[in-house]
């Protein structure tokens, strides 16, 4: 249990494009689910916390405006990355948790040129 | 000082080694303790979770937790090449769901065959 799926595991994109990354709960309900950023060799950075039908709670420096969060479903939760540049360029991790613990995807890798 | 600080290594030994991986941390709100691996590309994998001062042990794996000096430690017996990857501590205030988790660096593993 508690297996956690993102979509797409990678990604290409050409500067100044959005790009939409997903992440679902697979075998439980999540109200709330974390988007991260890790940077090569550097750990887990919080971005932000999605909550079910509220809107999301941005860490310090994150530009909520480029970082768009949407958690429509108690499984689904999404993050828009708009007008993406290759400073933004990263790999991208949500969790969730069904009771203890967090759970991870498996990341999306996301390359912008 | 950061809440959490863990040894960055990298940590190299010969299979069959005891590995010790040890945290510290400021924050007396902590109650919850995990440890995660994490290989390359991949998103974080929950071994163990602790709650309070105490041990606990999972196969090959034993996690210690001694809040008294606000210090954390994973055990791997018997290591073998397979646990070659970065070890993630993490802690909360909360059990999960709505809690908010910080992250130790991670210190990288090697086990050599």
Redesign the interface.
Known sequence: GAVVSQHPSWVICKSGTSVKIECRSLDFQATTMFWYRQFPKQSLMLMATSNEGSKATYEQGVEKDKFLINHASLTLSTLTVTSAHPEDSSFYICSASPEFGQFFGPGTRLTVL | QKEVEQDPGPLSVPEGAIVSLNCTYSNSAFQ?F?W?RQYS??????LM?TYSSGNKEDGRFTAQVDKSSKYISLFIRDSQPSDSATY?C?MSAG???????T????TKLQVIP
């Open positions: 919850y995990m995660y590309r991949k998103g974080p994998e929950l979770y993630l993490a059990p999960g769901g709505y809690q908010k988790v992250f130790g660096t991670g």
